[in-house]
Antibody, heavy 119, light 107 residues
Framework: QVQLVQSGTEVKRPGASVKVSCKTSGYTFSNSGISWVRQAPGQGLEWMGW????????NYAQNIQGRVTMTTDTSTTTVYMDLRSLTSDDTAVYYCARATNWNYALSHWGQGTLVIVSS | DIQMTQSPSSVSASVGDRVTITCRASQGIATWLAWYQQKPGKAPKLLIYGASDLQSGVPSRFSGTGSGTDFTLTISSLQPEDSATYYCQQASSFPPTFGPGTKMDIK
């Protein structure tokens, strides 16, 4: 079965970077991309971006473009999301989700990774 | 960006009730709409895609309709396990955007 397993909770200082991993299994890695969605405490869902796991092409939301990088490791079928220059506004649960393209529904989700940004 | 609104923001209903949630897009999105269910502390779960297609494994009491700007999610007979927050999401125009959510409680 399709599984997306994310890395654990991170606590970071303002200005630092965080790298969250998403290990996939149960399907052909290069056939389906990965989107990242975040959810601040008590808030709704915010789409961050999508990576094509076949060729590494990315689409990022404008409000975080320049601070985010999404990459893949095909040897381990893992996707990474790197977010830089963290502020308290980046405190959220970060989810990876399987999506054939940026405009496809998010069919399978990881369990979420809590990132806390605090001085 | 396309703005998504949902109504009501919260609803309380009894087991067995028929419940409808509405989602509206700020501009036409054809049928590029998905619905998700999220329970506290859990990741969202895809219920409906393409406005009306039921995701595999989702109970048939969930259904979706609509096109253009107005969409509905209906639960035909509410069950205790349906207590959750429901989000709509458009994917017609970049970037994809979500509605603010509708919290559903069981009386």
């Amino acid at each position: 079965q399709v599984q997306l397993v994310q890395s654990g909770t991170e606590v970071k200082r303002p200005g630092a970077s965080v790298k969250v991993s998403c290990k996939t299994s149960g399907y052909t890695f290069s056939n389906s991309g990965i989107s990242w969605v975040r959810q601040a405490p008590g808030q709704g869902l915010e789409w961050m971006g999508w990576i094509n796991t076949y060729n590494g092409n990315t689409n990022y939301a404008q409000n975080i473009q320049g601070r985010v990088t999404m990459t893949t490791d095909t040897s381990t079928t893992t996707v990474y999301m790197d977010l830089r220059s963290l502020t308290s506004d980046d405190t959220a649960v970060y989810y990876c989700a399987r999506a054939t393209n940026w405009n496809y529904a998010l069919s399978h989700w990881g369990q979420g990774t809590l990132v806390i940004v605090s001085s | 960006d396309i703005q998504m609104t949902q109504s009501p923001s919260s609803v309380s209903a009894s087991v067995g009730d028929r419940v409808t949630i509405t989602c509206r897009a700020s501009q036409g999105i054809a049928t590029w709409l998905a619905w998700y269910q999220q329970k506290p502390g859990k990741a969202p779960k895809l219920l409906i895609y393409g406005a009306s297609d039921l995701q595999s494994g989702v109970p048939s009491r969930f259904s979706g309709t609509g096109s253009g700007t107005d969409f509905t999610l209906t639960i035909s007979s509410l069950q205790p396990e349906d207590s959750a927050t429901y989000y709509c999401q458009q994917a017609s125009s970049f970037p994809p955007t979500f509605g603010p959510g509708t919290k559903m409680d069981i009386k």
